[in-house]
């Protein structure tokens, strides 16, 4: 019995020790994954000939005449997005939300949200593994796109 109980204890402690080296390996292989595809982002970010601002932890911004495009990645996903202002400065009512609906359909890729803080934005999701350079500047630019015209159509709904 006891020579069952010491290759029992043996044995267990060798599982123990490889599912903790497995586990801490795997571990070391997830954030360098994480660190290259900051870097791919970063590098993205860099090359749009935008000035750009990083703030670590993924979050990046651009500077377009003066406004401000926030670009953030978690795991896969890729957020380019520009704030439209407060829901609080826009007559919400039927002609105003059938006019983003309208422009929603009009533009491919771009969806106007509104966040937990009840700002208005235009936003573009990707996945990072598919983008490329021209991708990301193709993202960036449907957003500035759908930035200027959501200025343009809710702008007679705008609460002075």
């Avoid at 043996?10 to 994480?34: E, H, P, V």
């Avoid at 533009?107 to 983008?131: C, E, G, P």
Wanted: net charge positive; glycine share 6%.
């Amino acid at each position: 019995m006891m020579k069952f109980a010491s290759r029992f204890l043996k044995t267990s402690l060798c599982f123990a020790m490889i599912l903790a080296f497995t586990t801490f390996a795997d571990a070391q292989a997830k954030t360098g994954k994480t660190a290259a595809k900051s870097d791919k982002l970063s590098s993205f970010v860099k090359k749009s000939g935008m000035p750009n601002k990083d703030f670590g932890d993924n979050v990046w911004t651009l500077d377009h005449e003066g406004k401000t495009i926030f670009i953030g990645a978690d795991s896969d996903i890729v957020v380019v997005f520009m704030m439209l202002g407060p829901v609080s400065g826009v007559k919400v009512n039927g002609d105003s939300m059938s006019a983003l609906l309208r422009l929603a359909n009009e533009l491919d890729q771009v969806k106007f949200i509104i966040d937990d803080d009840k700002m208005l934005a235009v936003r573009h999701d990707s996945q990072l593994r598919l983008l490329d350079q021209a991708a990301f500047d193709d993202a960036v630019l449907r957003v500035i796109n759908g930035h200027q015209k959501a200025t343009a159509k809710l702008s007679p709904y705008l609460i002075k």
